[in-house]
């Protein structure tokens, strides 16, 4: 076999675990998660891509391929993701808002599914199921790593469905996510325990919009994009994540190739 088939196959794989786990749940659902409550259709929403993720996972390779058990949590996580907790309570803190208005209990719960359903859903599929089909191609850590951090990259256009006018910003967006996808690939293959990425994950979308439940400000400018600087400085502050995953990948490198 070709390293261009052994390429293709799981980049084909790939697309259509995506599609059938993303797209395809939100374009034919989307007229009844916009109906309910804020925050409540996007967990619900990505509820759904997480059980359709698991039941492909079992339908195409007989099984689940990664394991939901949670071993030496707090060792992989001080030892390797350290540094995703500290983007993110750093995130937190320089993107806060005035606080001008309070929220509600319910909204606070649905903000927090909404995030966590997030994390889940998406470690599932771009870690759990996408990275594993590239390692098992055999084309290498590297390779594995790039491509499936690419495609979870690009899977954040779908915000222009819901947010048409961040075009700047969502580009933005598709660049420091494939930026942290690297990362958290390496995490994921350094600990080898999928839930250190669900809560780096959790806590990285948790703090980018938390400011949005009590600021005016901050949930205005979600939904509009912001300067180019901004949207620059924070690629730019991301490939941090780039440059900690490749030295935690050098010394496993030869393991998959």
């Given at each position: 076999m070709s390293r261009k088939t052994k390429i293709v196959k799981p980049i084909i794989y790939s697309l259509f675990v995506f599609a059938i786990t993303m797209p395809f749940i939100w374009g034919i659902l989307n007229p009844l998660f916009i109906k309910m409550p804020e925050y409540y259709g996007g967990a619900f929403k990505y509820?759904?891509?997480?059980l359709s993720s698991l039941g492909l996972c079992f339908a195409l390779d007989k099984g689940i391929k990664f394991s939901l058990k949670n071993k030496n949590f707090l060792e992989g996580l001080f030892s390797y993701g350290l540094l995703g907790i500290i983007c993110?309570?750093?995130?937190?803190?320089?993107?806060?808002?005035?606080?001008?208005?309070s929220t509600t209990p319910i909204k606070v719960i649905g903000y927090i599914l909404y995030c966590l359903m997030i994390a889940?859903?998406?470690?599932?599929?771009f870690r759990g199921m996408i990275l594993h089909r590239f390692?098992?191609?055999?084309?290498?850590i590297f390779?594995?790593?790039?491509?499936?951090?690419?495609?979870?990259?690009?899977?954040?256009?779908?915000?222009l469905i819901t947010m048409p006018n961040?075009?700047?910003s969502t580009i933005g967006q598709v660049l420091f996510t494939f930026m942290a996808g690297f990362y958290l690939c390496a995490v994921y293959i350094k600990t080898?325990?999928?839930?250190?990425?669900?809560?780096?994950?959790?806590?990285?979308d948790f703090s980018t919009g938390f400011?949005?439940?009590?600021s005016s400000e901050a949930y205005a400018s979600q939904n509009v994009d912001g300067e180019i600087l901004q949207v620059v400085l924070l690629v730019v502050v991301h490939s941090i994540y780039i440059i900690f995953g490749v030295m935690m990948l050098k010394k496993d490198r030869k393991k998959l190739n």
């Open positions: 509820f759904l891509s997480l993110a309570v750093a995130a937190m803190v320089f993107s806060y808002s005035p606080i001008d208005h889940m859903s998406e470690e599932f599929i390692i098992q191609s055999k084309n290498g390779t594995a790593v790039i491509f499936s951090s690419l495609i979870f990259g690009i899977r954040h256009f779908l915000n961040t075009v700047i080898d325990n999928i839930w250190i990425c669900v809560l780096i994950h959790f806590m990285e400011w949005a439940l009590v």
